[in-house]
Nanobody, 122 residues
Framework: QLQLVESGGGLVQPGGSLRLSCAASGFTLDYYAIGWFRQAPGKAREGVSCISSSDGSTYYADSVKGRFTISRDNAKNTVYLQMNSLKPEDTAVYYC???????????????WGQGTQVTVSS
């Protein structure tokens, strides 16, 4: 069974850091691009970052550029999202998703995790 599982969310103060993990089971991440999306209450799901399968190219939303870093460890079948300098507006449920190619559109992705809550608050 193909499955993605996110972990690493939690409560952090503004300016703090978290590292999210997206672990795959039932398939090999090597052949998939992995995107991170987030959804805040009452808002649409938005793309945050993506890492390609082919050459490891990375993409970031303007709102997180310079603060978030996406990486992959194919040996562990896991993708990470390092989030630094967190702001209250980063508060959302964060999801990882898999597809052959990176896309800004959530509808393009075939497989999704269950999400992990990130709350940035003092």
């Amino acid at each position: 069974q193909l499955q993605l599982v996110e972990s690493g969310g939690g409560l952090v103060q503004p300016g703090g850091s978290l590292r999210l993990s997206c672990a795959a089971s039932g398939f090999t991440l090597d052949y998939y691009a992995i995107g991170w999306f987030r959804q805040a209450p009452g808002k649409a799901r938005e793309g945050v970052s993506c890492i390609s399968s082919s050459d490891g190219s990375t993409y970031y939303a303007d709102s997180v550029k310079g603060r978030f870093t996406i990486s992959r460890d194919n040996a562990k079948n896991t993708v990470y999202l390092q989030m630094n300098s967190l702001k209250p507006e980063d508060t959302a449920v964060y999801y990882c998703a898999a597809d052959p190619f990176c896309s800004d559109y959530a509808s393009e992705y075939d497989y999704w995790g269950q999400g992990t809550q990130v709350t940035v608050s003092s």
